[in-house]
């Protein structure tokens, strides 16, 4: 994992991996901690953004260069508008040019791609982001597929994919939310996970495969399980890492959590609970957070947890991108 951490994420990662870890390369057994800690992902992500602020101020003073990320958003989903406006904050607070496209529910696949090609050209730009989910009528693979992988920040194109699953880290982007969880990860177990057991719950092209890859190069032995996995309550049992990615909320128990084990909640539901007679909504994760902790070393939060991680890594990969653009990255 020392060459997604030193190549994968460049200096960027690097300066900004340095002010939350120390002794990043003691390996640390699972059940070393007696209690389960929270995994504070929001506290994290605002010593990386600090950091990342630092670095593209030096960037415009030493280079006249200052990252640009386009956001291209459509139609009016509510979670999708909160995710945009959570993504450009944080860029505009880091310093970076941000633009923001939102076009409509029913816009034409040309104009979306033409789009696009706009900005894939605009030299202004140095990350380009497709909030997902698009809608029905929009073919994702096409629309994802057409920015070019130099601008890819969220690493969904098929070169910055098949870089990652082959360990060619250096020139490539790594998925945002697999990133963050693997950064939070390495803080409680260290870069080497030789000998450790990681459970990935979900196969998605987003999180649940690129998360495998990622465990897998810092020498885990990973299991991949989703909808068809045999006993997977059992499976999940077996691993000292488990990171849930299904959006299915609270589906993982407590007893499904081996003792020690570092537990990672990729997901976001909302759920109705009632409180004095009133119903409200709440989020939650895939993970019963209360039960995990009676057994779990170390477990995040939902929200406060992987979410705010997430966004980081998307400056991250677009303070890096412009650094690439520039020539001051191999």
């Known amino acids: 994992m020392r060459q997604f951490t030193r190549a994968g994420a460049g200096g960027t990662m690097l300066a900004a991996d340095n002010i939350v870890r120390t002794g990043e390369d003691q390996h640390k057994e699972p059940g070393d901690m007696a209690t389960a800690q929270r995994i504070d992902g929001k506290a994290k992500a605002a010593q990386m953004s600090a950091e990342i602020s630092l670095q593209t101020e030096a960037l415009r003073k030493e280079h006249g260069l200052q990252p640009g990320l386009a956001v291209v958003i459509i139609g009016e989903d509510p979670a999708s508008q909160v995710y945009v406006r959570n993504k450009k904050r944080t860029a505009e607070a880091c310093g970076f040019y941000s633009e923001q496209h939102t076009l409509a529910e029913d816009a034409a696949e040309e104009d979306v791609l033409k789009l696009i090609n706009d900005l894939n050209t ?14 029905d009528h929009l073919d994702e693979q096409k629309i994802t597929q057409a920015v070019v992988p130099n601008k890819d920040v969220d690493g969904f194109h098929f070169v910055n994919i098949g870089k990652l699953t082959s360990g060619n880290t250096s020139d490539a ?6 990133a963050g969880c693997m950064l939070m990860i390495k803080d409680h177990l260290g870069t080497d996970l030789s000998g450790l057991n990681a459970v990935v719950i979900g196969r998605s092209n987003i999180v649940g495969k690129p998360m495998a890859s990622l465990l897998l190069q810092a020498n885990a032995t990973v299991t991949v399980t989703h909808s068809r996995t045999k006993d997977l309550a059992a499976v999940v049992r077996e691993g000292d890492i488990v990171v849930a990615a299904v959006g299915r909320a609270n589906m993982v128990k407590g007893d499904w959590i081996k003792p020690g084990a570092v537990v990672i909640d990729v997901g976001i539901n909302r759920v109705e609970v009632t409180v004095d007679g009133e119903t409200k909504s709440r989020l939650t994760g895939d993970v019963d957070y209360a039960e995990a902790c009676e057994s779990a070393a170390a477990v995040t939060p939902v929200p406060g947890g992987v979410g705010p991680m997430t966004i980081v890594m998307l400056m991250a990969n677009t303070l890096r991108a412009a650094r690439f653009a520039a020539g001051l990255e191999a």
């Open 122 to 135: 605009d030299d202004a730009i140095h990350g380009i982001l497709v909030q997902l989910p698009l809608p």
């Open 173 to 178: 982007f790594v998925p945002c939310t697999p």
